[in-house]
């Protein structure tokens, strides 16, 4: 049975490229607007390489951007998904954390809604938005004070560099990165855990159940 913990140490990720059919086309579908901004169409002089290049950069970036940036019921579904997560992961139920992260895919279905883009967009933006401890709410320090718990995790290798890209306020903008590096379901995986040992460690210094500070921060 999958279970987000481990028995021993996670292997590096190795990064298979899926072509799903369409995937090209929907995708320019998406930019081809995003680079209409930037003054590129189909009618644009082919020659200007680096001009194309950099506003296709651009585009991309906004592209990315918005995908990992949930909003409207999206973004209410992932926070619920992830409100289940934490609370498993604090309640040692890592079996039910891995079903609820393997339930998820790149497109919403009538089953599930919430895609891995959302959940971790989400995680990453809420890590983000506690570092900088904008409310009197967040406890001092608390990223800098959060590790990974005990053991080892499916999603660890990503969730290390989250935390530490989280803590410069650079998770969310950071995230074609960790994608790169270790793999979409990998960072999916590293952001739940990475928000859900944050919320551990808000839960201890507060002296709040972790599944109640799930409830009220994550949202």
Same mark, same amino acid.
Do not use: C
């Given at each position: ?17 899926? /072509? ?32 194309? /290049?950099?506003?296709?950069? $651009? ?5 990315? !951007?918005?995908?990992?940036?949930? !909003?409207?019921? +999206? ?23 891995? $079903? ?15 895609? @891995? ?46 935390? +530490? ?7 969310? $903008? ?6 790169? /590096? ?14 859900? +040992?944050?919320?551990? @460690? ?18």
């Amino acid at each position: 049975m999958t279970d987000l913990r481990l028995d021993a140490p996670e292997s590096p990720a190795l990064i298979a490229i899926q /072509q799903r059919t369409g995937m090209a086309d929907e995708m320019w579908r998406e930019i081809a607007p995003l680079l209409a901004d930037e003054g590129i169409t189909e009618d644009t002089d082919p020659t200007d390489l680096p001009t194309l /290049q950099a506003a296709l950069d $651009r585009a991309v970036a906004r592209y990315n !951007t918005a995908l990992f940036t949930p !909003t409207g019921r +999206a973004r209410s579904d992932a926070a619920a998904l992830l409100r289940q997560v934490v609370a498993s992961i604090a309640a040692d139920e890592t079996e039910h954390a891995a $079903r609820l992260l393997d339930s998820l895919g790149p497109d919403s279905t009538a089953e599930q809604p919430v895609t @891995t883009s959302h959940a971790a967009g989400l995680a990453l933006s809420l890590l983000g938005a506690w570092s900088a401890n904008t409310t009197s709410d967040i406890p001092a320090g608390l990223l800098q004070g959060t590790a990974l718990p005990a053991g080892h995790w499916r999603g660890e290798r990503a969730a290390r560099d989250i935390l +530490a890209l989280a803590r410069k306020g650079r998770a969310h $903008r950071s995230v074609q990165k960790l994608i790169v /590096q270790h793999g979409g379901h990998h960072v999916t995986d590293g952001a739940a855990l990475a928000l859900a +040992a944050t919320v551990q @460690t808000w839960a201890q210094r507060t002296g709040t159940p972790a599944a109640d500070v799930a409830e009220a921060a994550i949202g």
